[in-house]
């Protein structure tokens, strides 16, 4: 079973406006948790993260939301641009484990100019 | 600074076949890991290697697979005997001891077993 969920495979947003990308997980043992982005033939590469402390991290036109009582992530990229265009996933790390990196299914956001 | 690189990036094998995959983590780095993404699903965790040590190998799949990583550098997946259902894009990663959080990735190395 699915510990970290992204219900949408794909998003498309008006270059300019808000992406929104969601994620659930179902773990209560993940305390840590982290956005990749991967265009295709590529590694996924780090985007933000954010510890199971804190409900929200801004980094540029980045911010990560925590809500741990829904147990639930989004991050929000705004303005988006064109080469926001890629699959997002979503990742998570418990407490205590060898520090592997469960990952969702990932969301393909295409940015429209 | 170089990335993680892995070889092949594409391999194309006959079931029954063997094929092993390289990767060579980012200088410095203890910490190997190695993920597999099959059929556009979620990316999962294999292994994880602390320099030549296997710390935690729960998620192989059988005993098929046999990573190793000799004097803590580079390592190798190898797959023996490769199945249909074993193809998908292998992905290693490496993260720092002091940075544990972040890990940096390869390209992947796309598998097919036909």
């Known amino acids: 079973d699915q510990q970290v969920k992204q219900n949408s495979p794909s998003l498309s947003v008006q270059e300019g406006r808000i992406s929104i990308l969601n994620c659930d997980y179902t773990n209560s043992m993940f305390d840590y948790f982290l956005w990749y982005k991967k265009y295709p033939a590529e590694g996924p590469t780090f985007l933000i993260s954010?510890?199971?402390?804190?409900d929200k991290n801004e980094d540029g036109r980045f911010t990560v939301f925590l809500n741990k009582s829904a147990k639930h992530l989004s991050l929000h990229i705004v303005p988006s641009q064109p080469g926001d265009s890629a699959v997002y996933f979503c990742?998570?790390?418990?407490?205590?484990?060898?520090?592997?990196?469960?990952f969702g299914s990932g969301t393909q956001l295409t940015v429209l100019p | 600074e170089a990335g993680v690189t892995q070889f092949p990036s594409h391999s194309v094998i006959e079931k029954g076949q063997t094929v092993t995959l390289r990767c060579d983590p980012i200088?410095?780095?203890?910490?190997l890991y190695w993920y597999r993404r099959v059929m556009g699903k979620e990316i999962k965790f294999l292994l994880h290697?602390?320099?030549?040590?296997?710390?935690?190998e729960s998620g192989m799949p059988n005993n098929r697979f046999l990573a190793e990583r000799t004097g803590g550098t580079y390592s190798t997946l190898k797959v023996q005997p490769a199945e249909l259902e074993d193809s998908g894009v292998y992905f290693c990663?490496?993260?720092?001891?002091?940075?544990?959080?972040?890990?940096?990735f390869g390209p992947g190395t796309r598998l097919t077993v036909l």
């Open positions: 990742a998570a790390r418990s407490t205590g484990s060898a520090r592997q990196l469960t």
């Open positions: 200088s410095g780095h203890d910490n």
């Open positions: 990663a490496s993260s720092q001891e002091l940075a544990l959080n972040e890990q940096f």
């Open positions: 954010i510890s199971s402390i804190k």
């Open positions: 290697f602390v320099k030549e040590s296997k710390q935690d």
